[in-house]
């Protein structure tokens, strides 16, 4: 069964950093294009960041460039979300999602086809 499961988030200081992971497993990871949306309660999900099946592309939200960086590890079928100097208002639930058919949209919520569960990202001020 094909499946996404996060881990890393947690309570952490304004300023503080975390490493969000997140597996893949069922698929041929190097075929799927990844990303990172957030939501946050009573909110619809965000788009945060995304990286292309090669991982030689790179996208990211603009209220996260220069703290946030996606990457990931084909090898080891796993995606990453290192954010720095996190703020309040970066509180919410981080869900990692993919798809297997690419396109230019990378923002787009109905262009990922499998979710993760989500891991709730809270930081105090």
């Known amino acids: 069964q094909v499946q996404l499961v996060e881990s890393g988030g947690g309570l952490v200081q304004a300023g503080g950093s975390l490493r969000l992971s997140c597996a893949a497993s069922?698929?041929?990871?190097?075929?799927?294009?990844m990303a990172w949306f957030r939501q946050a309660p009573g909110k619809e999900h965000k788009f945060v960041a995304a990286?292309?099946?090669?991982?030689?592309?790179?996208y990211y939200a603009d209220f996260v460039k220069g703290r946030f960086t996606i990457s990931r590890d084909n090898a080891k079928n796993t995606v990453y979300l290192q954010m720095n100097s996190l703020k309040p208002e970066d509180t919410a639930a981080y869900y990692c999602?993919?798809?297997?058919?690419?396109?230019?949209?990378?923002?787009?919520?109905?262009?990922?086809?499998?979710w993760g569960q989500g891991t709730q990202v809270t930081v105090s001020s």
């Open positions: 990286v292309s099946r090669s991982g030689g592309r790179k």
């Open positions: 069922g698929q041929t990871f190097s075929m799927y294009d």
């Open positions: 999602a993919s798809r297997r058919i690419s396109s230019t949209n990378w923002s787009f919520v109905n262009e990922y086809d499998l």
